[in-house]
């Protein structure tokens, strides 16, 4: 059985980047909807195929067949008809890594309702932003860690007439019960035609970004989105019938990367651990006992299994790793290979796209670089005058549109044409990251534009100092940020996690300081370094440097 990759794609194996960026090419059918003419097709030609593999803390497993996610996704459709949801209606799906949430979006494609996934670890205020902004007619969520509170707590302060759906055992007041009401309904659900078909520039799907500043914004992507996955499917290298695994919760657009659109496309099954604590032991376990053949997580994972003895376990079935959402740090890198034989193989996108610079698998990577850029998206990298830079200069990443819009790249942020004006405008969408180029095309990390030092008139990205920090083995995490200084303008700053074998002192300062002035040009050493207990992050794991910058400034004042 061949995967269904090469109906949209010519089936080339790329032997270089070039041929990638030359030969690629994507057939979009017509009012294409990944519920049907995905899944629904595998259900037809291929039912026995496995799709998903689901396990949870507690002993509890689940296979999931293509036959098996049609018949549930089609009894959810005619579950959320019954309520009322319609073409067009947006519903938030905050269900963590339970596999009711693939039931769920599958079911929202086929009605051609609009699926906004969000985390569970939002509180109230977040829930009545997002509702009140998206205009939410319903929400499906988790019955555990005091959700659905939350939301009860949001609906009061809404003047709308909510629709709230719980999944689990429990039955809860002013709730219907998933689990009861999906058994009541029908397994057929036949696929809408006329106006209530979907159309391929409609939108399908919008994510609260998790930006480090401001509220976060809505990334409306359409019905044409999970084509561009299978890029990021090419540059994870999953493999037919085999199975990827990709950390990740529901809430966040990693999951849409690595847990349903491109690697189903290309034929593999996907993992879905749905743990209630992370334990980098546990998770390898599950991994190794179901087998998983091909594995994605960020870099912040990465740190935590290098901890770990990984010569207890076996890895004879993981064939290929990949890292992404944050810069990958070369000591990283080198470990895990000493460790496990696998080179990590890190991706650069956003929320508004998919991957799009990538060490891919014809790509020899060079630890620390970002890699090349993928085909169709045309990437430059401009200073801030406009002007293109020339190898070896920093400018912000973007991507040129003027010719076609890349596969996967958003609409745009859902009515904010404003925002949407702020990062795409003169045929350019504009990343708001900072890299620089090498003579052979690979593409290095320098920061946030936000988040680039200027020190003693030196311009500092706060990765490259991030990587030397965190190769002195008493680092856990770190983040670099500047300080005002007087003369300086600027001076470094690494606020620092330890690993559990150390204890804050004065020594270690010094000791970590010295060792960032052998490993990296001295002018970047952190003249200041505060150890704390954990760093501040976005609820999806991204350090938040502004709220460090944000209290030094308190203190100073």
Known sequence: MTSLLYSFVPEIEYESNSEFIEKFEINIPENFNFAYDIVDKYAEISPDKKAMVWCNDYGKERIFSFKELKEYSDKTANFFKNCGIKKGDKVMLTLKARYEFWFCIL??????????????????????????????????????????????????????????????????????????????????????????KTQNHETMLIYFSSGT??????????????????ITAYWQNVMEDGLHYTVADTGWAKAMWGQIYGQWINGSAVFVYDYERFDAGRMLENAIKYGVTTFCAPPTIYRFLIKEDLSKYDFSALKYAVTAGEPLNPEVYNKFLELTGLRLMEGFGQTECVICVANFPWIEPRPGSMGKPASKYDIKLMAKDGNLCDVGEEGEIVFKTSQEKPPGLFNGYYQDQEKTKEVWHDEYYHTGDTAWMDEDGYLWFVGRNDDIIKSSGYRIGPFEVESA?????????????????????????????????YEPSEELKVEIQDHVKEVTAPYKYPRIIEFVDELPKTISGKIRRVEIRSKDQERSV
């Open 107 to 196: 079911a929202l494609h086929k009605l051609g309702a609009i699926a906004v996934p969000a985390t569970h670890m939002l509180k109230t205020r977040d829930i009545v932003y997002r509702i009140e902004s998206a205009d939410i007619k319903m929400v499906v969520c988790i019955a555990e860690d005091g959700v659905p509170d939350y939301f009860d707590q949001a609906d009061e302060k809404l003047d709308i007439n909510l629709k709230k759906v719980l999944v689990g055992d429990d039955e809860r007041q002013g709730w219907l019960n998933f689990r009861s009401e999906i058994e009541k309904a029908s397994a057929e659900f036949e696929r809408p035609t006329g106006d209530q």
């Open 469 to 501: 920090v965190l190769s002195h083995p008493a680092v856990l995490e770190s983040a670099i940020t500047g300080v005002p200084h007087p003369i300086r303008g600027q001076v470094i700053k690494a606020t620092i996690v330890l690993t559990r074998n």
């Open 213 to 230: 500043t401001g509220l976060p914004k809505m990334v409306e992507h359409n019905y044409t989105y999970p084509f561009g996955h299978i």
